[in-house]
């Protein structure tokens, strides 16, 4: 989020967003249905910059690939792959989910990571420079330093949907294919070692391809998944984010389910207030950072004409939010967990309830609960006190031969998650990477 990543904000009024430029390579040849899922079907090098300003020093393309809808019909999503600089090779693979949170393609991985640039957030035509990608992607980047292969997907495909059922799975699993398939990375196919790593709206992707993966693409090779803050519960955290510093985020899911369900927005229509619509219609048009910072400690009853409990007990919201809980999965791979106790967006509760059904169909898990206090926003705080603690749990998963988490499930309490000793072991793998983005050391070199 805006405050725990540290971006730089100037405030300015929302407005209309023009649309991203005209670019054919969003759109799908003509027969690509008929393409099985990872499939690519089309392919370019293009340059990554860190911090929206820094191009950084690895080998990097994007492919579009077929993938699947959230209504089991042919889709299509772009991923940006990245090898350190020298000879393609056989590595791991770290698909790495960014908590994009957006309906916008401005604000995807693909197009932000490429176009965004930080002078451009004057411009009310321009949303890239709001978008989180950039900002997250030193995170990906120290996965690059160890020498992996990154893939860096569009959870919400060519059409741009975010919370959408199944979709941001499905477009996890088939980018990791498109990876494996694309010659000049050189790995070796579905034996490439792989691990998924997402927090919050990446969360929710990593969380939705863990599920989905043993029936959907059980022929890859999933060493571990980090999940962070995967909100599994989307009416609770419609409740505790409201009146918070994270209360942007309210518009946003509503939104992007209105996007998705032409019912679900004639009926939200109906309990909002002029200026609620001019809200639900910003954070349409908008990345996430822009809209968490015009919309924070925002109460919903300012925008909706009847309490917020009476508005999520109409049946269509109801069935709309419902249909956006993943129901009870048994995940294969390997899971290391983390949330805040106090988190306002992801509720502790409805975490332990998620991780406790994993753990009774045998699926192996280490989950970790941050204990800090409710200061500010435990949510944005973990993001990043958890960050060093789920690398070193990843960097395990993909150095070992053994299964990273013995059978069965560990649970821990710690006081923060910054003083954990995983974190702390994996702190100056961030330090270090940041410091090659910034002056354009390449990255992962020799590895």
């Known amino acids: 989020m805006i405050v725990g990543f540290g971006a730089i904000v100037v405030a300015t009024a929302p407005a209309a967003v023009a649309a991203p430029p005209t670019d054919s390579f969003y ?25 929206e300003l820094f191009p950084v020093n690895v080998q990097a393309w994007q492919l579009l690939y077929r993938t699947t809808n959230s209504d089991g019909s042919p889709y299509a999503a772009v991923t940006t792959v990245m090898i350190p600089q020298g000879p393609a090779k056989p590595r791991p693979l770290l698909s790495y989910q960014t908590a994009y949170d957006s309906t916008q393609r401005e604000c995807m991985p693909s197009y932000s990571l490429r176009e965004a ?15 989180l990608p950039p900002l997250e992607f030193a995170l990906a980047a120290a996965g690059l330093d160890k020498g992996w292969a990154v893939s860096m997907p569009d959870p919400g495909g ?3 949907h975010f919370l959408t059922p199944r979709v941001m799975g499905y477009t996890t699993l088939d980018g990791i294919r498109a990876a494996q398939n694309f010659a000049p990375l050189g790995l070796p196919g579905k034996s490439t070692k ?49 009146g918070r510093i994270l209360a942007g985020l309210i518009p946003i899911g509503v939104s992007s389910i209105s996007k998705d369900s032409p019912e ?52 269509v919201v109801k069935r709309e939010i419902a249909a956006r809980t993943r129901p009870p999965a048994a995940p294969t791979v390997p899971m290391y967990i983390y949330n805040g106790v106090n988190d306002e967006v992801s509720s502790i509760a409805g975490v332990d309830k998620t991780v406790a059904q994993y753990c009774s169909t045998g699926t192996s898990v280490t989950y970790t609960r941050d204990g800090l206090p409710d200061i500010v926003s435990d949510h944005t705080i973990v993001a990043l006190t958890g960050a060093g603690g789920a690398f070193a749990w990843l960097d395990r998963a993909m150095s070992s031969d053994q ?10 309490t710690v006081a923060s998650t910054l003083l954990d000793q995983g974190n702390l072991s994996a702190l100056p793998d961030f330090v270090v990477t940041t410091i090659k983005m910034l002056f354009g050391v390449a990255l992962g070199q020799g590895r």
């Open 27 to 51: 759109d799908p040849p003509a027969n690509f249905a008929s393409a099985a899922p990872g499939a690519i079907l089309k392919s370019r090098p293009v340059t990554v910059k860190a911090l």
């Open 117 to 131: 640039n930080p002078l451009d957030l004057l411009d009310s035509t321009k949303q890239a420079p709001w978008a």
């Open 158 to 160: 060519i059409d741009n």
């Open 194 to 242: 792989t691990a998924m790593w997402g927090y919050s709206g990446g969360g929710i992707a990593t969380s939705w391809a863990s599920e989905l993966q043993p029936k959907y693409a059980p022929e890859l090779n999933l060493a571990g998944a980090a999940i962070g803050a995967p909100v599994p519960d989307l009416a609770t955290a419609l409740n505790t984010a409201n």
């Open 264 to 315: 679900f927005a004639a009926t939200i229509d109906k309990y909002l207030t002029p200026e609620g619509r001019s809200i639900m219609a910003a954070a349409g048009a908008q990345c996430l950072n822009k809209n968490v910072l015009f919309n924070m400690f925002r109460q919903v009853s300012s925008y909706i004409t009847v309490p917020l409990d009476q508005l999520l007990a109409d049946p």
């Open 403 to 412: 299964p990273v988490n013995p059978p069965g499930c560990r649970t821990s």
